[in-house]
């Protein structure tokens, strides 16, 4: 089965050649903070090198709805805005977002995986787009086969399986972090870390086998996919630094193209903001946890700054939980700032002197970014990745889930703000960041795919 190409579409000539106005289809799940705003990014640069590539082209973001959701950026980002008939209900986005801490499955539910996939489906069959975009949305990828239409999906890591194998886990996952291990010498360490990574990909999470009942339902013929299938795009772009995949096999389709995440154009500051961060004498501490952390971290590094001669901004996602949780945890002190409201995150944290953050790809790019040093907690294995990189980078300190306590916390702040050489790390993986524009590399990568494919 395969869709045919839209009709009633106005032509262009491009070196003697009549192209038709390129239509791109970036299915987002609103859901989720990182994802959604990477694929707005990488649709704004996709318009924005249009004219380089004398080439119309028409994006169409398509999105489900959830009880809390993103979907205010989307409708705001001045491409096309489209709600699917598809409304995830708060169980079910909370086994999506926790699936990959618990190795679990992203969805259980056939009937919902179902739904999922056939909602995908007939966006594509009634839009007939030239291409499909989407982030780590497996029914997506799904569907994308099914119907023969070109796709790309851009990822925090490369979704090849001999890399996960190999690279993905960097020490032992938090979970079999205790006493016993911990005194491990490094070489038991990696020869277990490596038994892990083959354990690791029998798994329900690199499985799906729910999703794959639903892709078979609705006609995928491939026998016995998983989740490296599901994400198997003829172009795979990695979100992410290069320094931290140098000499490593990422697979034929993958390109690393640098950071991609949200970095809207400078506005003022919330004045509250401003004062907290204002000079003076006692360091600043942003805190985020993004939408992917949970409420116990959040709460243990509120609890760890409410003790420290800090100054710090705290942002509480309502996913996470609510302002009023926090108030009745503890007694915030007048030196911590609560807010649930959306911040230009990447200059809030050029006006800290250190990020207590979750491992989210783009929360730790955002601090990259910024030249700040991280002291971070990884909810899941990608995360803890993620992390691992940065302080192998001299850049900041990985705290393992279970050592996430006040204590811990504040002698891993004191730490990267008293030791000069977190700064400097920082700086250095700043430096690298600044030198990459990973926007205009996933852009071009994806108008070189369009063009090698006559799309």
């Known amino acids: 089965m395969s869709v045919p190409p839209s009709g009633n579409r106005t032509l262009s000539r491009d070196d003697g050649r009549i192209r038709a106005p390129l239509r791109v289809a970036c299915f987002l799940p609103a859901f989720n903070a990182g994802e959604t705003t990477r694929g707005i990014e990488l649709c704004r640069a996709l318009v924005a090198q249009s004219s380089e590539r004398q080439r119309e082209v028409t994006v169409r973001l398509a999105y489900s709805s959830s009880s809390h959701d993103y979907a205010p950026q989307i409708i705001a980002s001045g491409l096309e805005a489209h709600r699917l008939p598809l409304h995830l209900d708060e169980g079910i986005v909370s086994g999506i977002m926790a699936a990959d801490h618990k190795a679990a499955e992203l969805v259980s539910n056939r009937g919902t995986a179902c739904r999922f996939v056939g909602a995908v489906m007939d966006e594509i069959i009634a839009w007939r787009p030239d291409l499909v975009v989407c982030g780590f949305v497996p029914p997506v990828g799904i569907a994308a086969q099914i119907l023969q239409v070109p796709w790309v999906v851009y990822l925090p890591f490369p979704a090849y399986e001999p890399w996960v194998r190999r690279h993905l886990l960097k020490d ?83 390109r690393i193209t640098g950071p991609l995440f949200s970095r809207p154009p400078e506005i003022d500051v919330d004045l509250a903001i401003r004062e907290m961060f204002s000079p003076g004498p006692h360091n600043r501490i942003f805190v985020s946890m993004g939408s992917s952390g949970e409420k116990p971290y959040l709460l243990a590094a509120v609890e760890a700054l409410a003790i420290m001669r800090v100054r710090a901004v705290v942002i509480v996602a309502p996913r996470i939980c609510s302002l009023s949780e926090v108030r009745q945890h503890l007694t915030v002190p007048p030196h911590i700032l609560l807010t649930d409201a959306f911040i230009p995150a990447h200059q809030v944290n050029a006006m800290a002197d250190a990020a207590v953050i979750h491992g989210g790809q783009g929360t730790v790019q955002t601090a990259v970014g910024a030249g700040t040093p991280i002291v971070g907690v990884g909810m899941q294995v990608e995360q803890c990745t993620n992390l691992d990189n940065v302080a192998n980078s001299g850049a900041g300190i990985r705290i393992p889930k279970r050592q996430w306590t006040p204590e811990k916390i504040c002698q891993a702040v004191s730490r990267v703000l008293e030791v000069p050489s977190y700064r400097q790390g920082a700086a250095r993986l700043k430096s690298e960041h600044d030198s990459l524009d990973g926007r205009h590399e996933a852009a071009r990568a994806i108008w070189d795919f369009v063009d090698s494919n006559a799309l």
Not at 175 to 187: G, I, M, Y
Not at 199 to 225: N, Y
Not at 226 to 243: H, S, Y
């Open 172 to 254: 032992l996952p938090d979970d079999f972090d205790n006493a016993l291990t911990t005194r491990a010498p490094s070489p038991v360490r990696r020869a277990f870390t490596k038994l892990l990574s083959a354990a690791m990909l029998s798994k329900g999470f690199f499985k799906q086998p729910t999703f794959a009942a639903a892709g078979r339902e609705h006609g995928w013929r491939l026998a016995r996919p998983d989740l490296f299938d599901m994400l198997a795009a003829p172009l795979q772009l990695v979100t992410d630094l290069p320094a931290f995949y140098r000499g490593q096999d990422v697979g034929p389709n993958t």
